[in-house]
């Protein structure tokens, strides 16, 4: 099987898996948003970013650099799986001691520091199940990996409905967490049992491997979850608590929205570490593709989000408390393109070995973003009630700055023309979404939602952004899918 169909394939079976997941949250969102209210909502999400940034210490780039290793030498898989949990299971210690520390420091309410602790021990939970999901991505099969999102979140669902219906606030909906991720956790281990990579006795060298060897990717992902945690400290102490459930509202629709880049990015991640350690060509080749994908995917959200940021936050938060939200999601509409774009040069540019000078990067824009976030949330807050809109400018203009150094980075080896052209494409179809949306303003959301996609399709195919090679691609994946292999021209 070629490179591009496994890529396209994995792509496949994480954008269905996505699909129902994003389904369910449509449910669960909306559920505990409108349960919560806009102020316990806030407290909510502040706890929950506050305790991912304390979980992905505990990762600290163990699953890149799982996936990259075992990409390159499967042998060690059953070893790699044995000695990630245990490790991930003793740095939780400490990072608990840590993290309630660094509250008290911060002068949180006892009830927050629960809320903090109790998303934390799921967040341990997860973080030991996602290091043999790692380890099975690293092997290119992404079938277990796509089918588990799907059963965490069913599971999640029914639980949290439960919780709801039981008449439970934060603390109950937080146990529910614990019991989501402690399910996952025992479907993990017969998923790893199945797969027959173990029994294998953890090693105190792979320990230190995978210490060593995550440092680059830990710099990256630290970086990157302390921005919304940062933003989340500042707007709880700068902003209102309104503005924190608002901000967490529109950050949710956000991650649904981001969600194809980061499956084509999850997809390709593996792939292109063997590409670039064995044919270069193919590796420039696989770059290109999958950033012509995310250019003609990202434009039309971008796009869609901003015309459509009220109805979006009046159906899944039945606007009324949250209706403040859609103003930043029209801000973060522009965040969406070029964090789309950095999803996939970023996953090369890791791929590549330049893990430290892109860390950098993000590191010095993040430094700068905070200091300007206290600024713009402050007079955000004092002039609009809203806060969340100069959380949300900063880090829109942040992702711009970081896709000019991804370009500077991947250099021209790997970047050619044709981009620009399917950009002008990209363009052109976003712009032609503006026309019914425009013209026809009284027309219901579902109407003027499905003609702004046909506009975008029809045009874009019209300019030649989509055509007979595309077919043929998805029709190979779904051979490759059912054991019959069509070759891609």
């Not at 070629?2 to 996505?18: E, F, G």
């Not at 059953?78 to 660094?102: D, H, K, N, P, Q």
């Not at 270069?280 to 250019?295: D, H, I, P, W």
């Amino acid at each position: 099987m070629n490179s591009r169909t496994i890529v396209s394939r994995n792509a496949l079976l994480m954008l269905v898996s996505q699909l129902l997941t994003n389904g369910l949250s449509f449910i669960t969102v909306p559920l505990l948003a409108r349960w919560l209210g806009s102020t316990d909502y806030g407290t909510m999400y502040l706890a929950g970013v506050v305790a991912g940034f304390g979980a992905m210490a505990i990762e600290c780039g163990q699953d890149n650099y799982s996936v990259l290793a075992i990409a390159r030498d499967n042998s060690r898989a059953a070893e790699f799986i044995a000695s990630s949990a245990v490790l991930r299971l003793l740095l939780g210690v400490v990072g608990a001691l840590v993290l309630e520390v660094a509250l008290r420091l911060l002068g949180y309410d006892s009830l927050t520091r629960l809320l903090v602790f109790m998303v934390y021990i799921s967040q341990l939970l997860a973080s030991v199940g996602t290091a043999a999901m790692a380890v099975v991505k690293g092997l290119e099969k992404m079938a277990f990996n796509a089918w588990m999102r799907v059963f965490t979140e069913v599971l999640h669902t029914g639980l949290l409905v439960g919780a709801i219906a039981l008449g439970w606030r934060m603390r109950g909906i937080c146990g529910a967490e614990i019991v989501t991720y402690a399910g996952t956790l025992l479907v993990c281990a017969r998923v790893v049992i199945r797969m027959r990579l173990l029994p294998a006795r953890p090693r105190l060298a792979t320990m230190l491997e995978l210490l060593k060897g995550g440092v680059p990717f830990f710099l990256w992902t630290s970086i990157v979850a302390l921005q919304p945690s940062v933003e989340a400290v500042l707007l709880s102490k700068f902003g209102s608590p309104e503005a924190v459930g608002w901000f967490g509202a529109s950050a949710k629709i956000l991650n649904l929205l981001v969600f194809p880049a980061v499956i084509l990015g999850s997809a390709l991640s593996p792939t292109l570490a063997r590409l670039h350690a064995t044919d270069a060509e193919a590796f420039g080749r696989a770059v290109r593709g999958a950033l012509r994908v995310t250019v003609f995917i990202a434009f039309p959200l971008s796009v869609g989000s901003f015309l459509f940021a009220d109805a979006g936050m009046n159906l899944v938060f039945g606007g009324g408390a949250f209706a403040p939200s859609a103003d930043n999601l029209r801000v973060f509409s522009a965040y969406l393109l070029p964090v789309s774009l950095n999803i996939t040069l970023g996953t090369a540019i890791l791929a590549s070995g330049r893990q430290l000078a892109w860390t950098l990067w993000k590191g010095a824009l993040v430094a700068v973003g905070a200091g300007a976030s206290a600024l713009l949330i402050s007079w955000f807050q004092a002039r609009t009630g809203n806060g969340g809109l100069g959380a949300a400018a900063v880090t829109a203009a942040a992702e711009f700055a970081m896709l000019g150094a991804a370009v500077h980075l991947l250099g021209r080896g790997v970047l050619d023309r044709t981009i620009y052209a399917d950009l002008l494409r990209a363009i052109a179809a976003s712009a032609a979404m503006i026309v019914p949306v425009r013209g026809f303003p009284a027309a219901p959301f579902p109407v003027l939602f499905v003609a702004a996609s046909v506009a975008y399709v029809g045009t874009l195919a019209a300019l030649g952004g989509v055509g007979i090679r595309d077919v043929t691609i998805l029709r190979s994946t779904f051979l490759a899918r059912s054991g019959r292999q069509s070759p891609i021209p």
